[in-house]
């Protein structure tokens, strides 16, 4: 059977742009959850030992993070979002298992493993050819 490169390219392509879309919202929607103190999240997040200051630090991050990631050419510094991501999920997860939530930690696997795919997906776009 015969595949065109150009098609598995374009396919490559629109996912990637698809889960960069919605890496972006869950971030941002989870930076403005933090920053604004939501009565779902915001008692969650301090019963797992981390200071109010931290928060807003984390909110703001995310935030910045998912314009990074929506502008184009900004390469240098996506890769730092992704990192940044990375380091935001793993100790989400630990910190679930801290206060025995299993439902964050499930999320946060979700989460890990989204992120994860996204910045594969960038790098196979990316790489230099």
Do not use: H
Not at 27 to 40: D, P, Q, T
Not at 104 to 114: E, G, N, P, R, S
Not at 115 to 123: A, I, K, P
């Amino acid at each position: 059977m015969y595949t065109d490169t150009r098609n598995i390219s374009k396919r490559i392509i629109y996912l990637y742009q698809a889960l960069v879309i919605l890496l972006a919202f869950f971030f941002a929607l989870s930076g403005y959850w933090e920053i604004s103190k939501n009565e779902l999240t915001y008692p969650r997040t301090l019963s797992m030992g981390y200071p109010p200051y931290f928060i807003l630090s984390l909110g703001v991050a995310k935030i910045l993070g998912a314009i990074v990631l929506l502008i184009p050419n900004l390469k240098q510094l996506k890769e730092w979002a992704f990192a940044g991501f990375t380091f935001d999920v793993i100790f989400a997860f630990i910190s679930s298992l801290y206060i025995n939530s299993y439902a964050d930690w499930l999320k946060a696997v979700i989460a890990f493993c989204l992120v994860l795919l996204t910045y594969s997906l960038f790098r196979i776009i990316n790489q230099k050819v």
